[in-house]
Structures are given as structure tokens and as C-alpha cells.
């Protein structure tokens, strides 16, 4: 799918999943911005995909400061000609019983996974709709947009919460020709879930292999994991559909974990 010279905004973009957004958007035409907390590995991403630094760049990000997300993206529309499409898709993950976790650690994921959604795509709009050629707007959420896990109070708030936003952007954004959408992928083997083995492990009483086996692939159709590429490919798809007949949607690619 051709994506000849949109311009992305991909957060969370210096590994994982944004990474491989961004590689994705790239190689399919697009001009990538590889927005992160971690500047410099920012910039190594951009530099592998462009070292000319005409069609990739850094910029670095905390979604949930507002001045650096005004900044951010303010800089990277003046050097690539506006923003097309954003993919909000910078998180972490904190494993706690409810009864056990801190308060602090409810606000921080909340405030990233939500007000960083909330604050890029206030800033992305604002470019969008002033430039009159539409847009898309991608969240990704998760299987945990659709369902719940023991252990991931504020993960599973925050992803059913980006459901409820992508709903109303697209009802928003309509009339200016930008669609909202939300990925909710399984398990994606990435540091973020391989962080979660162990301490699942411990929490729950069993072993890592169990974890796998047991409990993040035990209802695919398959014992697969998602893979980046399968998260990726859904973002290219979904960022290029050309009308608003796709729009306020939430696709889940989960290897068939959860069916709607």
C-alpha cells in the first residue's frame, strides 16, 4: 500500500511494536517522525531507516508532558510538511493485584497510555484539520481493550479507555475527513511482555513456561504469539484506507485469543 510521502508520527517508535510501525509506514513511502522518552535511540532508528534525514526523524517525546508534546510535534510538521497520521502507541505495563498496587503506579500508566493519547491527538488534530487532507488516527490498545487479566487493573482501564476516545474522535473528525481506529493486539513478544513472564510467574505461583503456555497463548487458535509485522501490517491497512467507512472501529489481532 502506497503512503507516498504522508507523514507519521509514531510514539513509543525507538522498539517494539512502534518500531516496526515506522520501519512498515517507511518502506511503503511515508515520512516517519520516531517520537520517544529515549532520544537517542530515537535517533538511531531514524538514522537506520534514513541517514539523509529527509524522510525520518527523532523527537523526543513524553506523551504525558504537554509542552513536549506541543513542541514535538510542532517541529516535526514544520521539517516534513504537516501530520497525516499519528499511532499512539507508547505504554508500559505494571503487575500488581489491585489490593496491592500503589496509587502512584495507577496515575503513571493511566497518564500515559491516556493522557498521552489524549494530548497527541489533540496536537495532531489541530494540524489536520488546518490543513484540509484529512488524516487517521491509530491507538493501540489490546486484547485488554475487549477483556480482562488478573493483575492489570490500570492497563485494562486504560486500554478499554482508548476505545471510548477513538469513538468520539471519529465522530469529531468526520467532517474533516480524519478517522479514528484502535489495534488491539495479543501478545506481542516484546520487553514489555517479556518483563511480564517472570513477574506473572511469581504472582500467580507457577512457572514462566506455564505463563507462556497457560496464560498469554492458552486461547489462541494457534500457541503463537502476535508478532510485530502482524501488529504492523494491521497499522499499514488501517492507516491507508482512503473513505470513513472504516472508522471508530477496534481490530483485534490476537491469533484468535479473543473473537468478536
Not at 506473572?200 to 513456561?209: F, R, T
Request: hydrophobic share 45%; net charge negative; proline share 3%.
Amino acid at each position: 500500500m502506497s503512503m507516498q510521502d504522508k507523514v507519521a508520527v509514531v510514539t513509543g517508535a525507538a522498539s517494539g511494536i512502534g518500531k516496526q510501525i515506522a520501519t512498515v509506514f517507511f518502506r511503503n513511502g511515508a515520512k516517519v517522525v520516531i517520537a520517544d522518552l529515549n532520544l537517542e535511540s530515537a535517533q538511531a532508528v531514524a538514522s537506520e531507516l534514513d541517514p539523509s534525514g529527509a524522510r525520518a526523524i527523532a523527537v523526543a517525546m513524553d506523551v504525558t508532558n504537554e509542552e513536549q508534546v506541543e513542541a514535538g510535534i510542532a517541529a516535526a510538521a514544520d521539517k516534513l510538511g504537516g501530520i497525516d497520521i499519528l499511532v499512539s502507541n507508547a505504554g508500559i505495563q505494571i503487575v500488581a493485584p489491585v489490593e496491592q498496587l500503589a496509587f502512584a503506579d495507577w496515575k503513571k500508566m493511566l497518564a500515559i497510555h491516556l493522557d498521552g493519547a489524549f494530548l497527541t491527538t489533540r496536537a495532531c488534530l489541530q494540524r489536520m484539520y488546518a490543513q484540509k487532507r484529512g488524516g487517521s488516527i491509530l491507538y493501540m490498545g489490546s486484547v485488554h481493550s475487549k477483556e480482562a487479566s488478573v493483575l492489570k487493573s490500570p492497563y485494562v482501564t486504560a486500554k478499554h479507555g482508548l476505545i471510548g476516545l477513538a469513538k468520539t474522535v471519529a465522530k469529531e473528525g468526520a467532517a474533516h475527513g480524519v478517522r479514528a481506529n484502535v489495534i488491539c493486539p495479543g501478545f506481542v513478544r516484546t520487553p514489555l511482555v517479556e518483563k511480564q513472564i517472570p513477574e506473572q510467574a511469581s504472582e500467580l505461583g507457577i512457572s514462566e513456561e506455564d505463563v507462556v503456555k497457560k496464560v498469554m497463548l492458552k486461547e489462541t487458535v494457534d500457541g503463537e504469539f502476535t508478532t510485530v509485522d502482524d501488529v504492523a501490517q494491521t497499522a499499514l491497512f488501517l492507516a491507508n484506507f482512503p473513505t470513513n467507512a472504516l472508522t471508530g472501529q477496534s481490530i483485534v489481532v490476537s491469533h484468535g485469543w479473543f473473537m468478536q
